[in-house]
């Protein structure tokens, strides 16, 4: 298990074991790369940022991260898997979060992608995210990096 700080101070635990914090989580982050590129989306008030969001009720993780990616990019999902969990103990509640990869088989034009301004393809991640204003907060602590570290691991 990782300990660390975000964005905003507040502590984060990530684990790369199954469901350790919660068996029922209510967020999740998707990882995607499509045609060997990474595939973000430009959130309208926070930036660029992997696709994600909350389970909707009556909703499992995985299914709301297939939905996420979809709403958010017009990605259509080839393969996904969970790969890790972290929570965050923030001053407005606790937030737990699945983490997924997915590999993105096709991204379809949509007349809305909600909140977000659709997909962005990139072909390297800055390793200097933490100092770039167009980036979300949600890419700046140190689960990307964990994650990334982790992917590049088990393949």
């Not at 972290?86 to 590999?103: D, F, L």
């Not at 007349?111 to 301004?117: K, L, M, Q, S």
Request: proline residues 4%.
């Amino acid at each position: 298990m990782y300990i660390f700080r975000d964005f905003y101070q507040n502590e984060v635990k990530l684990s790369f074991n199954d469901h350790p914090f919660s068996k029922d989580p209510k967020h999740v982050l998707v990882i995607c790369t499509h045609k060997n590129k990474w595939l973000l989306t430009k959130h309208k008030d926070r930036g660029l940022e992997f696709p994600g969001g909350k389970v909707e009720e009556n909703e499992g993780a995985r299914d709301a991260a297939i939905r996420e990616v979809r709403e958010e990019t017009g990605g259509v999902i080839d393969s996904i898997r969970y790969i890790g969990q972290y929570v965050v103990a923030g001053k407005g509640g606790t937030i737990v979060k699945n983490v997924y990869a997915a590999e993105i088989n096709a991204l379809l034009p949509q007349t809305t992608y909600y909140e977000t301004d659709g997909p962005i393809l990139l072909d390297v991640l800055p390793g200097d995210i933490k100092y770039r204003k167009s980036y979300s907060f949600i890419m700046k602590d140190d689960v990307l990096k964990y994650c990334l570290d982790y992917l590049k691991k088990i393949k």
